[in-house]
Nanobody
Framework: EVPLVESGGGSVQAGGSLSLSCAASRYIWRSSSICMGWFRQAPGKEREAVAIAYISSGNKYYADSVKGRFTISQDKALNTVYLQMSSLNTEDTAMYYC??????????????????WGQGTQVTVSS
């Protein structure tokens, strides 16, 4: 069973919207899984955290570049997080990776705190 299953993404023109979802396998989801969300990596750039949901507290983290445009939500019953992206621009073009954290989840998020990663889904925004 794949630990994290991502769906969504694709290509859109600038100003458009896309959504992503990520479901965690019941084998890796546990009560100590306290953060889950999305990182992205654009060509030639380092991977960065985009949006994180802190499962227990309900708090959210957003990168400054996506605040007001992206919304992360969670469905704990389905072990799933969703990322709604609107007003997309070419700077949002990247491979988006779902990530699930373990017992320590800081805000802002640190990559090494995330135990499981999805295979990535491409988001391409054209001008």
């Amino acid at each position: 069973e794949v630990p994290l299953v991502e769906s969504g993404g694709g290509s859109v023109q600038a100003g458009g919207s896309l959504s992503l979802s990520c479901a965690a396998s019941r084998y890796i989801w546990r009560s100590s899984s306290i953060c889950m969300g999305w990182f992205r990596q654009a060509p030639g750039k380092e991977r960065e955290a985009v949006a994180i949901a802190y499962i227990s507290s309900g708090n959210k983290y957003y990168a400054d570049s996506v605040k007001g445009r992206f919304t992360i939500s969670q469905d704990k019953a389905l072990n799933t997080v969703y990322l709604q992206m609107s007003s997309l621009n070419t700077e949002d073009t990247a491979m988006y990776y779902c990530a699930l954290g373990g017992s320590v989840c800081t805000n802002p998020p640190l990559e090494y705190e995330y135990d499981h990663w999805g295979q990535g889904t491409q988001v391409t925004v054209s001008s």
